[in-house]
């Protein structure tokens, strides 16, 4: 596969950017000229060679880069990794996913060897080389959530499902999209989600919990997600929003297509054999609008989507500020040609 992995910034100077071949396997979130909620859950079946589909956990150039600014959130805020301590089997749950998946989609960069309970886990991007008894805690490092979250990219929670919902028990998250961990540890489904608008009413949460009950060992679904965020910044959190919420204010008509960037998150969810619990990871890509118009049918579509979102989905994603101006920047891309129906 041949992945070489970017040295660079989420923060400060920003040096993160996208190679010409990640731009073109972008998960470019938009299947109509329109956007709205709904309840776009598909089979995480395998996609595309090459495409962030084609594995449940997609590794690309940002592996390395985005370990460290991980490194560096749990380093300043320990909190943003919690499990509640009736989480340990889901813990191990999540481990065995990960380390099992990895070793065999990226056998170059992970190895896996188990001798009954005694494991030995090899990752050379991060010189990473650890034996340990699998179910015994004192054997890692870390908890065996952070251990292997410290591993892959994007964040991850986990939920206990009892009672017929599903409970935000545990997570490691360090790359979210302006929510808190901290906050809502504990919640439950329609909890956490009481800040969005427009879909509890449109039964969008009804029917996606519903559906979660019912999820199946081995049969993974997956959905995306978008949102925008000013500068290519992992950590957009509740926690240091003081140095990010002003980002906004330093858009302007010259800079708006090197400083806004689509963010967008694939979702899996999986669930766990041993504790019945539903993994959840949120895997962000960041692009800046300049990389996006470079593909014709998304500078076509990206403006038309923007300019029809309701005003309350302008608002919850915080877009207001500058989204006239990205549609200035991206309306002579928009050479009103139809658009095909999917991405
Ligand atoms: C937003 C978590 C599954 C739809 C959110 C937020 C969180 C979250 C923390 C941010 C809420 C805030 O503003 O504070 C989760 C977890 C899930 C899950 C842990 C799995 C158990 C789903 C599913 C759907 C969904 C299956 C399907 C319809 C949404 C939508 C938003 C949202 C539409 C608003 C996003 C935006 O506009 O940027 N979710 N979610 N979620 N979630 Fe979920």
Redesign the pocket.
């Known amino acids: 596969m041949g992945l070489t992995f970017r040295n660079e910034t989420f923060r400060d100077d920003f040096t993160y950017t996208n190679s010409p071949s990640n731009i073109r396997r972008f998960p470019f979130p938009f299947v109509e000229d329109q956007y709205r909620?709904?309840?776009?859950?598909e089979p995480h079946t395998p996609g595309p060679k090459g495409s962030p589909f084609e594995y449940h956990f997609d590794v690309d150039e940002h592996y390395v880069s985005e370990m460290r600014d991980r490194a560096m959130v749990l380093a300043a805020d320990p909190l943003r990794c919690q499990a509640l301590p009736h989480m340990m089997t889901a813990q191990w749950d999540m481990l065995e996913l990960l380390m099992t998946s990895l070793a065999r989609d990226y056998p170059e960069h992970f190895t896996l060897h188990r001798d009954g309970s005694a494991w030995h886990w090899i990752n050379r991007p991060l010189g990473i080389d650890q034996k340990f008894t699998f179910l015994d805690a004192s054997t890692l490092p870390y908890q065996p959530m952070e251990f292997i979250g410290r591993q892959v990219q994007g964040d991850f929670?986990i939920?206990d499902q009892r009672d017929n919902q599903?409970w935000?028990d545990a997570?490691i998250i360090t790359s979210?999209?302006?929510?808190?961990l901290d906050?809502?540890v504990g919640m439950n489904?329609f909890e956490?989600?009481?800040?969005?608008p427009l879909?509890h009413e449109a039964g969008?949460?009804e029917?996606?919990?519903k559906?979660?009950l019912n999820l199946q060992i081995g049969k993974p679904?997956r959905?995306l997600?978008?949102?925008m965020t000013i500068n290519p910044r992992l950590d957009t959190s509740p926690e240091n929003y003081h140095k990010w919420a002003s980002d906004r204010m330093t858009v302007t008509p010259e800079n708006v297509g090197k400083k806004v960037h689509l963010r967008v998150?694939m979702?899996g969810?999986f669930r766990l054999p041993r504790s019945n619990a539903?993994l959840?990871s949120?895997r962000g890509y960041l692009m800046s609008f300049e990389q996006i118009v470079t593909v014709p049918k998304w500078g076509r579509r990206l403006p038309r989507v923007l300019a029809s979102l309701p005003p309350e989905?302008v608002e919850?994603?915080s877009l207001g500020r500058y989204r006239d101006m990205a549609l200035a920047y991206l309306a002579p891309y928009d050479d009103g040609a139809p658009t095909s129906p999917g991405g």
Do not use: C
């Open positions: 909620y709904s309840v776009n859950i929670s939920q599903l935000m997570g979210q999209a302006d929510w808190s906050f809502d489904f956490w989600h009481g800040p969005v879909a969008v949460f029917r996606a919990l559906f979660l679904v959905r997600n978008w949102t998150e979702q969810l539903i959840f949120i989905l919850y994603k």
